[in-house]
T-cell receptor, first 113, second 108 residues
Framework: EAGVVQSPRYKIIEKKQPVAFWCNPI?????LYWYRQNLGQGPELLIR????????DSQLPKDRFSAERLKGVDSTLKIQPAELGDSAVYLC???????????FGPGTRLTVL | RKEVEQDPGPFNVPEGATVAFNCTYS??????FFWYRQDCRKEPKLLMS???SGNEDGRFTAQLNRASQYISLLIRDSKLSDSATYLC?????????FGAGTILRVKS
């Protein structure tokens, strides 16, 4: 069974540029999460989707970050404009509805210069 | 105060050693508890859930003390392949909160 797929794996951009990350969860998983992991820290939740609905976006910096999961399957996270402090690994995870276990994708390592 | 606190380490141990990691959490309403493992430049993966009665999976034993809001992980007979960062994770309100992780280095 395929795991969570993310692309790109690496992205280097200059500050003030836009960037987008894509995630395809495990087939059948209705819950999708976006996390940000800074160096030496644990992942921090940015947004959680149940199907196409964002049920927890309290930690998403809405001035520059946006996300969508239009058909309740794959999802895109966007940053516009990027700042130096946005350099981090952006992880996508999915789980079945009501399931405890979250399965993570390999992440996108973003470097903002 | 951080919601989930761990000793960052690193813990440098020889092969075959027993090593224990501790974790404290601040929210008494927390419902579920886990240990995740993260290899260098890889994604976190679930190692084991943690139950109030304590649970064991091979060389790994996890314990939960709700009264003290304290979680532990014990690794017996350490292997080189156990070298990784171990993340303590607490769930409440359908949200996972991760600690910063404890680095383990097992050396031959």
């Amino acid at each position: 069974e395929a795991g969570v797929v993310q692309s790109p794996r690496y992205k280097i951009i200059e500050k003030k540029q836009p960037v987008a990350f894509w995630c395809n969860p495990i087939s059948g998983h209705n819950t999708l999460y976006w996390y940000r992991q800074n160096l030496g820290q644990g992942p921090e939740l940015l947004i959680r989707y149940e199907n196409e609905e964002a049920v927890d976006d309290s930690q998403l910096p809405k001035d520059r970050f946006s996300a969508e999961r239009l058909k309740g399957v794959d999802s895109t996270l966007k940053i516009q404009p990027a700042e130096l402090g946005d350099s981090a690994v952006y992880l996508c995870a999915s789980s079945s509805t009501g399931g405890d276990t979250q399965y993570f994708g390999p992440g996108t390592r973003l470097t903002v210069l | 105060r951080k919601e989930v606190e761990q000793d960052p380490g690193p813990f440098n141990v020889p092969e075959g050693a027993t090593v224990a990691f501790n974790c404290t959490y601040s929210n008494s309403a927390s419902q579920s508890f886990f240990w995740y493992r993260q290899d260098c430049r890889k994604e976190p993966k679930l190692l084991m859930s943690v139950y109030s009665s304590g649970n064991e999976d091979g060389r790994f034993t996890a314990q939960l003390n709700r009264a003290s809001q304290y979680i532990s992980l014990l690794i017996r007979d350490s292997k080189l392949s156990d070298s990784a960062t171990y993340l303590c994770v607490v769930e409440y309100g359908n949200k996972l909160v991760f600690g910063a992780g404890t680095i383990l280095r097992v050396k031959s």
